[in-house]
Nanobody
């Protein structure tokens, strides 16, 4: 079955950087767009970035110019490089993929931006 496992979260000071990774299995990774989402306490889950099979990317306005999504089809991984982090970036970050009409989510990784 589809499995997504995120890693790389943690505590970082404002202005710092983190790199999240998501390891995928159970489907043909190169055939699907993959996205990163986040959910802050008391807020709805929101799209952060998505990367298509053709390596086109889309970002939320709030992260444009600071975050970069990338994929490695040979390793079935998708990464999110996060620079110039702000306290409002604090959230649980999830990767997700829609396979055959079903949206699959990882377990999430916590990112906390605080001094």
């Amino acid at each position: 079955q589809v499995q997504l496992v995120e890693s790389g979260g943690g505590l970082v000071q404002p202005g710092g950087s983190l790199r999240l990774s998501c390891a995928a299995s159970g489907f043909i990774f190169s055939n699907y767009a993959v996205g990163w989402y986040r959910q802050a306490p008391g807020k709805q889950r929101e799209l952060v970035a998505i990367i298509s099979t053709r390596i086109t990317t889309t970002y939320a306005d709030s992260v444009k110019g600071r975050f970069t999504i990338s994929r490695d089809n040979a390793r079935s991984t998708v990464s999110l490089q996060m620079n110039s982090l702000k306290p409002e970036d604090t959230a649980v970050y999830y990767c997700a993929v829609n396979v055959h009409g079903n949206t699959n989510w990882g377990q999430g990784t916590q990112v906390t931006v605080s001094s």
